[in-house]
T-cell receptor, first 116, second 115 residues
Framework: AQSVAQPEDQVNVAEGNPLTVKCTYSVSGNPYLFWYVQYPNRGLQFLLKYITGDNLVKGSYGFEAEFNKSQTSFHLKKPSALVSDSALYFCAVSLPGSSNTGKLIFGQGTTLQVKP | GAVVSQHPSRVICKSGTSVKIECRSL??????MFWYRQFPKQSLMLMAT?????????EQGVEKDKFLINHASLTLSTLTVTSAHPEDSSFYIC???????????FGQGTRLTVV
């Protein structure tokens, strides 16, 4: 079965320190990979995506993610965390094929807590 | 661009009544929209794919007669929860596919509480 795993329910980091939110996937073929952020009682905001090419992708708000095909991982990173980055982060994949565009399989989410 | 608006943001209804949730693409045409359900502190589960002008495609285990989806125009999809029960209480989120873009864009979500 196709799945996405975010092994950490919560990540705690001090403001100014680097952060990493982990994501691994088990999907056949070459999926598209995404990160979204959700603030309380709000929809999801798109952060970044990996489709092809350079393994390090840069996105919104200073976030970046590194695609590792051999480890089937797509970890989200930021060099210096802000308190305002505190939110719920979702990793997601979209299966290849035009009929699957926009149809996402989500990980369980990781709560990021950045403390001042 | 690519703004998706969902309405209402919150709704409380009595058991046995029906509730309609709207999902609109404000600045683009969306031939395909998606409806997700999210339980507290859990992930989003795809309920169905809404296709303009045709029947929705439901995921396994989702009751199509309970969760009615209508996609009558290129900018509007609606989800109607029929004969709602307390166990239907959840956060419902829609998203839309944008032509030439691979990421989906999400509405703000609707918190449904059935009492």
């Amino acid at each position: 079965a196709q799945s996405v795993a975010q092994p950490e329910d919560q990540v705690n980091v001090a403001e100014g320190n680097p952060l990493t939110v982990k994501c691994t996937y088990s999907v056949s073929g070459n999926p598209y990979l995404f990160w979204y952020v959700q603030y309380p009682n709000r929809g999801l905001q798109f952060l970044l995506k990996y489709i092809t090419g350079d393994n390090l992708v840069k996105g919104s708000y200073g976030f970046e993610a590194e695609f590792n095909k051999s480890q089937t991982s797509f970890h989200l990173k930021k060099p210096s965390a802000l308190v305002s980055d505190s939110a719920l982060y979702f990793c997601a994949v979209s299966l290849p094929g035009s009929s699957n565009t926009g149809k996402l399989i989500f990980g369980q989410g990781t709560t990021l807590q950045v403390k001042p | 661009g690519a703004v998706v608006s969902q309405h209402p943001s919150r709704v409380i209804c009595k058991s046995g009544t029906s509730v309609k949730i709207e999902c609109r693409s404000l600045d683009f045409q969306a031939t395909t929209m998606f409806w997700y359900r999210q339980f507290p502190k859990q992930s989003l589960m795809l309920m169905a794919t809404s296709n303009e002008g045709s029947k929705a495609t439901y995921e396994q285990g989702v009751e199509k007669d309970k969760f009615l989806i209508n996609h009558a125009s290129l900018t509007l999809s609606t989800l109607t929860v029929t004969s709602a029960h307390p166990e239907d209480s959840s956060f419902y989120i829609c998203s839309a596919r944008v032509r030439h873009r691979l990421e989906a864009f999400f509405g703000q979500g609707t918190r449904l509480t059935v009492v």
